[in-house]
Structures are given as C-alpha cells and as structure tokens.
C-alpha cells in the first residue's frame, strides 16, 4: 500500500537553529507534494507544496522543501527556528492517478523549539 | 472572506448515542471532504463529495459513519451507535474542485469525544 513515512514524532531544537522534519513516501510514480502545519487547537494550514514544477519548493514563515525523486523524500527545513514555528507539522500526498483528490498524510512530527 | 466552519468545536457524547458534526465550506467551493484525526496520528481520509453527491466514501470504517450535503454546500456528518474507538478530531476541507492542484482549505476540526 502507498504511504508517508515521517520519521520522528517530536524534534526539539534551539531558537536560531537549523529545522530538519523528514518526509519519505512510497511510490516509483512522483506524486503531488504537501507539508502542513497544525497550532494546537487550530485546523491544516499549507505551507508549501510540490507539483512537478521547480524541485526547490518555498512556503511561508520562511520553510522550504526539497523534491528528491532518488531518494523519494520531500524533507522540510528553515534555516533558523522561531519560538513561533513551534507546532505540530504533517505531511501529505496526492496520489497521481483516479484518486488524486484525496490526501494521505503522514503521522506528523511535533517541532518544540526551545529558548 | 469566511474559512471552514465546524460545529460544534467540541461534543462528548455516550457510547450508543448518536451525533451529528457539520461542516460549512467556503463559498463556492464544489468540492468537500471529511477526514478523522486520531491521537497521535495523522488525518485519514473518510469522504469527498463533488457537488451534492458522494463520489468516494471508501474510508468510511463501517455502516455506522454516513455523511450528506444535500444542497451541496453544508455536509453533516453521522454517526450512529457511536463507540469509544470514535473519539477523535474530525476535520473538515473544502477546495475550488477535486483536481489534485486544489489546494484543500482545512476547517479546526470537531474534537468528538464517546465516554
């Protein structure tokens, strides 16, 4: 079955920090590419997203994500962590194909940045 | 303009009752799904409707759980004979259609819990 692996449930860093939030998903076929972010009691806010364009994808709040097609990854990082940025981050696919309407999400990675 | 509305935000109810979560999509969106989040995991797909019909509830886990959007804005969704293995956030999207480049806009969910 096709699926998101995020690797590491909770990952702590310093403020000022390089972010690092795994993603791997398991299709030969490239497929459509988000990350999400959720504050606590608050719904899915997309922060950036890959659709065959350029690999080198940029969001909001200062994220970016790499498409690598070898490494069937899409892993998230900024350059420098804010206390903001703390919040639990999810990845998605889209499946290419008849069902390309429905996301698949990965089982999340809470960021706590520390002072 | 107005996002994705759920309501209520929160609802306990006890095993055997029935419930109802409804979803207010943003304006014109034709497209609607509904997604559970359990605890500690990410969100799973149950339905997607296009429009007032259902055109895929292959995640709905079991006769239990029926949703519908009879004028193909407003969903509710049902659940009879709700069991403790119910409890969890369901959330709610809409987007301008179903196709893959869509963005899905995400309502705060409806944290359901059966006692």
């Known amino acids: 079955a096709q699926s998101v692996t995020q690797l590491g449930s909770h990952v702590s860093v310093s403020e000022g920090a390089l972010v690092l939030l795994r993603c791997n998903y398991s299709s030969s076929v490239p497929p459509y590419l988000f990350w999400y972010v959720q504050y606590p009691n608050q719904g899915l806010q997309l922060l950036l997203k890959?659709?065959?364009?350029?690999?080198l994808v940029k969001g909001i709040n200062g994220f970016e994500a790499e498409f690598k097609k070898s490494e069937t990854s899409f892993h998230l990082t900024k350059p420098s962590a804010h206390m903001s940025d703390a919040a639990e981050y999810f990845c998605a696919v889209r499946w290419s194909g008849g069902s390309n309407y429905k996301l698949t999400f990965g089982k999340g990675t809470l960021l706590t940045v520390n002072p | 303009g107005a996002g994705v509305s759920q309501t209520p935000s929160n609802k306990v109810t006890e095993k055997g009752k029935y419930v109802e979560l409804r979803c207010d999509p943003i304006s014109g969106h034709t497209a609607l799904y509904w997604y559970r989040q359990s605890l500690g995991q990410g969100p799973e797909f149950l339905i997607y409707?296009?429009?007032?019909?259902?055109?895929?509830d292959s995640g709905l886990p079991n006769d239990r759980f029926f949703a519908v959007r009879p004028e193909g804005s407003v969903s509710t969704l049902k659940i009879q004979r709700t069991e403790r293995g119910d409890s969890a956030v369901y959330l709610c999207?809409?987007?301008?259609?179903?196709?893959?480049?869509?963005?899905?806009?995400f309502g705060p969910g409806t944290r359901l819990t059966v006692t």
């Open positions: 409707f296009q429009g007032t019909g259902a055109a895929d």
């Open positions: 999207a809409s987007s301008f259609t179903g196709g893959a480049l869509y963005e899905q806009y």
């Open positions: 890959y659709t065959s364009a350029a690999t």
